[in-house]
T-cell receptor
């Protein structure tokens, strides 16, 4: 069974600085996707970024980028130029893309990020 | 406009009463999911559906049942609510190409007293 671990329950960063959120996962599959979701105080779940396991290039979306280390099963999220609106809980998630795929997402425990002015 | 709506947004119920949460989508997506969110656990899958009348269990399905009689509606029922089912419940949808991730509903905060 796949598992996703976020070992940092809480983090804080000063506005305009850079912060990295950690995520590790365990799987025997080779074909999968990884995601980062953001949940602000409004409770809405928002997709931040996705990474396809077969792609070596790290995904980027504006100020958000990932460091995907497939051999180490590590998938960290870097937020550059942090903004007050980045304050939220962030979830790392795994999706198996094998033949039995049903689109199920497996989530980590979440990391609460506070951006301080 | 949102594509997916959940109702109710908040609910307080008594132990032992039945509760039904509704998820409605306008995207005609095949896959629908129910998750619960609890501190320290992230989101955990309760049940999911891969078509009308096609459902399967997730990792925390005990005490829950689901039904999907139409593509657009996915109902989650707590047959006899318990305090351990106090949680925030999310519905999510995804299309045939599941690799683009989910669209989530706005969640239902359920309190069982």
């Amino acid at each position: 069974a796949q598992t996703v671990t976020q070992s940092q329950p809480e983090m804080s960063v000063q506005e305009a600085e850079t912060v990295t959120l950690s995520c590790t996962y365990d799987t025997s599959e080779s074909n999968y996707y990884l995601f980062w979701y953001k949940q602000p105080p409004s409770r809405q779940m928002i997709l931040v970024i996705r990474q396809e396991a077969y792609k070596q290039q790290n995904a980027t979306e504006n100020r958000f980028s990932v460091n995907f280390q497939k051999a180490a099963k590590s998938f960290s999220l870097k937020i550059s130029d942090s903004q007050l609106g980045d304050t939220a809980m962030y979830f790392c998630a795994f999706m198996n893309r094998g033949s039995s795929n049903t689109g199920k997402l497996i989530f980590g425990q979440g990391t609460t990020l506070q951006v301080k002015p | 406009d949102a594509g997916i709506t959940q109702s109710p947004r908040h609910k307080v119920t008594e132990t032992g009463t039945p509760v039904t949460l509704r998820c409605h989508q306008t995207e005609n997506h095949r896959y629908m999911y129910w998750y619960r969110q609890d501190p320290g656990h992230g989101l955990r899958l309760i049940h999911y559906s891969y078509g009308v009348k096609d459902t399967d269990k997730g990792e925390v399905s005990d005490g829950y049942s689901v039904s999907r009689s139409k593509t657009e509606d996915f109902l989650l029922t707590l047959e006899s609510a318990t305090s351990s089912q106090t949680s925030v419940y999310f519905c999510a949808i995804t299309g045939t190409s599941t690799n683009y991730g989910y669209t989530f509903g706005s969640g239902t905060r359920l309190t069982v007293v």
